[in-house]
């Protein structure tokens, strides 16, 4: 079992930045490829990032390329989410999940979701 905490949001002006950190405990997380996804007001969850478990693969969803980095540090059981030039757009609910198998964009293909942690992006 793996539990993930979400933490780092805030409130940003437009162009700003944050960085997210997923902590997990369990003795999987340094195997698991993780991926982190958001869901906006009146939207469906989306994903935003991935990184597989030595942190050599790197996956982004396009809305975010150049913009975000997700990265992982193993000895702390942590992957982190960097977000700059950050934009209104962005704000949601970010939350990190453990892939288990299957297309890596989809949610449902994740397991031991955070309760996540809200991002909101000023104009």
């Known amino acids: 079992q793996v539990q993930l905490r979400e933490s780092g949001g805030g409130l940003v002006q437009a162009g700003g930045s944050l960085r997210l950190s997923c902590a997990a405990s369990?003795?999987?997380?340094?195997?698991?490829?993780m991926g982190w996804f958001r869901q906006g007001p009146g939207k469906e969850r989306e994903f935003v990032a991935a990184?597989?478990?030595?942190?050599?693969?790197?996956n982004y969803a396009d809305s975010v390329k150049g913009r975000f980095t997700i990265s992982r540090d193993n000895a702390k059981n942590t992957v982190y989410l960097q977000m700059n030039s950050l934009k209104p757009e962005d704000t949601a609910v970010y939350c990190c999940?453990?892939?288990?198998?299957?297309?890596?964009?989809?949610?449902?293909?994740?397991?031991?979701w955070g309760q996540g942690t809200q991002v909101t992006v000023s104009s």
């Open positions: 369990g003795r999987t997380f340094s195997s698991a490829t």
């Open positions: 990184i597989n478990w030595s942190g050599s693969s790197t």
């Open positions: 999940g453990k892939y288990v198998t299957g297309r890596l964009t989809d949610a449902g293909n994740y397991v031991y």
